[in-house]
């Protein structure tokens, strides 16, 4: 059974930077091509960042782009989420999730894409 552990959320001031860990147990890790996601008070949650298998490939929504970089140790079942810059419209439940995939390149946007789910890490950005 596929479990997500994540951590590293908190409270920082607009401007200051932020890492998320997310780990994953139970199976093997490269096997998995992961996602970030946030979910804000009265929003839908929204996609951040994507990450292959292989670690080779990644992508990110617009409002992070050049702000916000994935990426993934696959000998420590681990990926990682760093946050420069962060703004107050940042805050929310930041989620990891995984998809078992046969295609290590492959990278995947929509939620619904995703079979497994972290429990969500709180980040609070203040302005």
């Known amino acids: 059974q596929v479990q997500l552990l994540e951590s590293g959320g908190g409270w920082v001031q607009a401007g200051d930077s932020l890492s998320l860990s997310c780990t994953l147990s139970g199976r093997t890790f490269s096997d998995y091509s992961m996602g970030w996601f946030r979910q804000a008070p009265g929003k839908e949650r929204e996609f951040v960042a994507a990450i292959s298998g292989s670690g080779g490939r990644s992508n990110y929504a617009d409002s992070v782009k050049g702000r916000f970089t994935t990426s993934r140790n696959n000998a420590r079942n681990t990926m990682y989420l760093r946050m420069n810059s962060l703004k107050p419209e940042d805050k929310a439940v930041y989620y990891c999730?995984?998809?078992?995939?046969?295609?290590?390149?492959?990278?995947?946007?929509?939620?619904?894409?995703?079979?497994?789910w972290g429990q969500g890490t709180q980040v609070t950005v203040s302005s």
């Open positions: 999730a995984a998809r078992r995939t046969d295609d290590s390149r492959a990278l995947y946007y929509s939620s619904s894409s995703y079979g497994y």
